[in-house]
């Protein structure tokens, strides 16, 4: 750092002082002597003209520069560089130094191969520090993304050179020869490139590093956990086949989200570093995903079912299946398949329920169908006396207004409604009992996305109020201890969801018996998710995708993988796996419908 900061605070002055006006000889001086305030004040004048010298100009980038206004000093000495100034090489000097100074590595070394590429005197400051940065100041995806910025050089076959060292230090020295053997057919001549490959050779291949983000302590840890242990088991059973051997680098975030910030930024610092399974949480992968892209690390997540986190850049990955696409599938089958066409929906209110709800009204609209009802509960509800008489009512007036859709009800007061009800099925009797013996048909399906609790209480009262409708669940559904002691309300139940497992398959079982021999314990769900996504990985490392470009071009080339829980599958171009189980609970056990 010392060696940097040498070259950073040499002063340059302008040459030839002699010749200068005594405006810039006295900005001078009161620059040697730091005097910030009366170097702007003098430079000012001169600066507001219509065509201020080019001398004053770089004065004034290097005032910015030593009172810390570094963006002031870039656009500043830009000017001199968009105008060919005299100064140029000057100016390029300041504007590197500044850019390193604002932490803007990687402008800095295209900035500093350009001042090289110009032969100037200050040529060889600007390769040495070149060098210097991309060898500590950089990530490797940082370092990748300034090769490919910056044209056929010398500098740039110098800065390669760092990269390859860096990659053979990292373990990856068969990747290395790949960039190598593809870097000298674009650059035959390059001396700094020569005579690399025997070097190369004489490193063997590492261990490919993963690091694993979860929370082992917070109000996530529990999940966490298990998540770990099914990673760790894998990779033990990986590495007892496989002459490529996986090592796990382990980081807790604490369940919180600046923890998971600091984690990934921990991880990428680590050149060896392939790729990051992790973190649980959506929003933590949300933050996690703004470090891991901007340094080309691929991050994975085995169980963000949040949409849109992988439109926060190319290297972010989701194993699981988000809510809208598992809704979506759902209503689609329910549509296609079952041949249903009219629906209600009973929703939690928050933000699973809306975004559950909206993707499956929106593909029912899509498709044709109609949403006629749509009721929604808060959290510790237990009672659904009115969601479930509102809905009978709207179910029996879309009997007779085939038009009729949730919305429409919204123009109407309840008294309106009650009145449209009873013109066309009056009460016979003012007991609340005998209306209930009228079972509501007019509903073709009831979609709830509730919350494994909810079940209980939903059920029930569905018989309760004489609704006769298919239930469609959602992904809390899977839950067979809940649906076999609720059995007799919800049965035939049909929900989507990304886990499904047969206990009698001899797969499962083999291992069930294994993974229960390593923990004393069988694996939980959560055991699957991070099992699955890791001999996912492990598979595409056997396949010589070791490095974290190769795992990303292999990823964004699609990928199916069949695991124990359920299927990956990436599609070519798409970073969210795509594979949905639609399920139902039928006499006691959950079958698989439709993939």
């Known amino acids: 750092m010392k060696f940097i900061l040498y070259f950073l605070l040499l002063p340059i002055f302008v040459s030839a002082q002699d010749n200068k006006q005594e405006p810039i000889k006295s900005v001078i001086e009161a620059y040697s002597n730091r005097e910030w305030d009366r170097c702007l004040s003098l430079l000012g004048p001169e600066i507001q003209g219509s065509h201020p010298s080019a001398e004053s100009l770089l004065l004034l980038s290097k005032v910015y520069q030593s009172v810390g206004w570094y963006k002031k000093s870039v656009l500043t000495a830009d000017r001199l560089v968009a105008n060919n100034s005299s100064y140029l090489a000057e100016a390029r000097w300041v504007k590197a130094q500044s850019l390193y100074l604002g932490s803007e590595y990687r402008q800095t070394l295209i900035e500093l191969a350009k001042l090289a590429a110009q032969n100037g005197y200050l040529a060889d400051r600007a390769d040495t520090l070149l060098e210097t940065i991309a060898s500590f100041s950089l990530r490797m995806g940082e370092l990748q ?52 490959g025997k070097w190369i050779e004489s490193h063997g291949e590492g261990s490919v590093k993963i690091g694993l983000i979860v929370s082992l302590s917070g109000q996530n840890a529990s999940i966490g956990k298990k998540i770990m242990e099914g990673v760790e088991f894998a990779v033990n059973e990986h590495n007892r086949k496989s002459d490529q051997k996986i090592e796990i680098v382990i980081l807790d975030d604490h369940s919180d989200i600046l923890q998971a910030i600091r984690a990934t930024q921990s991880l990428v610092s680590d050149d060896a570093i392939s790729l990051i399974i992790g973190p649980i949480e959506s929003d933590h992968v949300a933050a996690a995903a703004l470090v891991a892209n901007e340094s080309r690390i691929p991050l994975i997540s085995p169980t963000a079912t949040k949409s849109g986190l992988t439109t926060l850049g190319p290297y972010i990955f989701q194993a699981n299946v988000n809510i809208e696409a598992r809704c979506r599938a759902l209503a689609s089958y329910a549509m296609k398949q079952l041949g249903l066409r009219v629906f209600a929906i009973l929703s939690p209110v928050d933000l699973y329920g809306d975004v559950a709800s909206q993707a499956f009204i929106n593909t029912v609209h899509q498709q044709g169908g109609r949403v006629i009802a749509f009721e ?31 919305d429409a009800s919204d123009r109407y007061r309840e008294t309106q409604l009650d009145s449209v009800y009873a013109s066309y099925f009056p009460i016979d009797s003012l007991s609340a009992d005998r209306e209930l013996d009228r079972p509501m048909d007019g509903i073709d399906a009831l979609f709830i996305p509730a919350y494994t609790e909810d ?46 497992i047969v ?16 923990y004393k314990e069988p694996p939980s769900r959560e055991v699957y998710y ?10 595409l490392i056997d396949q010589g ?12 080339r699609g990928i199916d993988f069949e695991g124990l829980h359920n299927r990956i599958t990436f599609e070519a171009g798409s970073q969210a796996n795509s594979s949905i189980q639609v399920l139902q609970f039928l006499n006691g056990r959950i079958n698989k419908l439709a993939d």
Do not use: C
């Not at 990659?167 to 190598?180: K, M």
């Not at 237990?382 to 009978?392: A, E, I, P, V, Y």
């Not at 398959?505 to 294994?514: G, L």
């Open 530 to 539: 991070g099992y699955d996504l890791m001999m996912m990985i492990a598979s």
């Open 455 to 500: 079940i209980k209480y939903i059920g029930p009262q569905l018989a309760f109020y004489n609704i006769k409708s298919k239930l469609l669940g959602g992904q809390n559904w899977y839950d067979l201890t809940e649906l076999r002691l609720h059995q007799n309300y919800i049965n035939g139940v049909i929900f989507s969801s990304d886990f499904h």
């Open 145 to 196: 993304d300034v090769l490919a910025r910056i044209p056929p050089s010398p500098q740039l076959d110098r800065l390669r050179k760092i990269y390859l060292a860096r990659t053979v230090e990292s373990g990856r020295a068969a990747y290395a020869q790949d960039l190598l053997r593809t870097w000298t057919k674009d650059s035959p001549k390059s001396g700094a490139l020569k005579g690399l």
């Open 376 to 406: 929604r509960y808060y959290d510790n509800t237990t009672d659904f006396k009115g969601q479930l008489t509102h809905l009978r009512k709207l179910g029996f007036i879309s009997k007779v207004l085939k038009d009729w859709t949730y």
């Open 545 to 556: 995708y070791t490095s974290s470009e190769e795992l990303e071009t292999a990823l964004r």
């Open 503 to 518: 206990a009698t398959q001899p797969s499962q079982s083999d291992f069930v018996e294994r993974f229960k021999k390593s």
